[in-house]
T-cell receptor, first 115, second 114 residues
Framework: GAGVSQTPSNKVTEKGKYVELRCDPI?????LYWYRQSLGQGPEFLIY????????DSGLPNDRFFAVRPEGSVSTLKIQRTERGDSAVYLC?????????????FGPGTRLTVL | DQQVKQNSPSLSVQEGRISILNCDYT??????FLWYKKYPAEGPTFLIS?????DKNEDGRFTVFLNKSAKHLSLHIVPSQPGDSAVYFC?????????????FGTGTRLTVIP
């Protein structure tokens, strides 16, 4: 079956612009996660949704970052007033449900470059 | 602060030999550990996991060992195959640390030489 998909695969923007990154989870998965992977680092947790609600947004670095999942399926990560330090690969993952032991399936990521 | 550490950025192993990838963690509240494998331009793929109530978990050529007192885990791949060449990430989670957040190490790039 189809895995997690993310669009666009690459996004180049200028400092100060607004960007939206999209994630389509595996059908039927109720939990959805966003991670950010900077160069030379492992993925870093940003936010997790159970259904439509953001159950844990403790990893969002500041209020320029926001994510939504209005219908409990597709999610959009929104970054306002982008900065060069936001350049990274943004990974989305989904799992059947939340909690320990539930395997997170990752998408290929969106590579964001802020010039 | 990096709560999960992989101190070896790279490892080269001859085909057929054993690959041992190491991982250390600092947070004693972690009680679930995972290994992910990542190929270029793809997302990480789950490989194997272990709960803190166990000290070993085996799945085919892959075995993960956990030493809770040392806060150390390792992934053994036997025998190593060229297709195993990838970046391997150790990750940890815990019911007390946000069960749905995975804390990742920085990864180890494994190269299996034919």
């Amino acid at each position: 079956g189809a895995g997690v998909s993310q669009t666009p695969s690459n996004k180049v923007t200028e400092k100060g612009k607004y960007v939206e990154l999209r994630c389509d989870p595996i059908s039927g998965h109720t939990a959805l996660y966003w991670y950010r992977q900077s160069l030379g680092q492992g993925p870093e947790f940003l936010i997790y949704f159970q259904g439509t609600g953001a159950a844990d947004d403790s990893g969002l670095p500041n209020d320029r970052f926001f994510a939504v999942r209005p219908e409990g399926s597709v999610s959009t990560l929104k970054i306002q007033r982008t900065e060069r330090g936001d350049s990274a690969v943004y990974l989305c993952a989904s799992s059947v449900t939340s909690g320990l032991g539930n395997e997170q399936f990752f998408g290929p990521g969106t590579r964001l470059t802020v010039l | 602060d990096q709560q999960v550490k992989q101190n070896s950025p790279s490892l080269s192993v001859q085909e057929g030999r054993i690959s041992i990838l190491n991982c250390d963690y600092t947070n004693s509240m972690f009680d679930y550990f995972l290994w992910y494998k990542k190929y270029p331009a793809e997302g990480p793929t789950f490989l194997i996991s272990i709960s803190s109530i166990k000290d070993k978990n085996e799945d085919g050529r892959f075995t993960v060992f956990l030493n809770k007192s040392a806060k150390h885990l390792s992934l053994h791949i036997v025998p190593s195959q060229p297709g195993d060449s990838a970046v391997y990430f150790c990750a940890a989670s815990g019911s007390q640390t946000g069960a749905n957040n995975l804390f990742f190490g920085t990864g180890t790039r494994l190269t299996v030489i034919p």
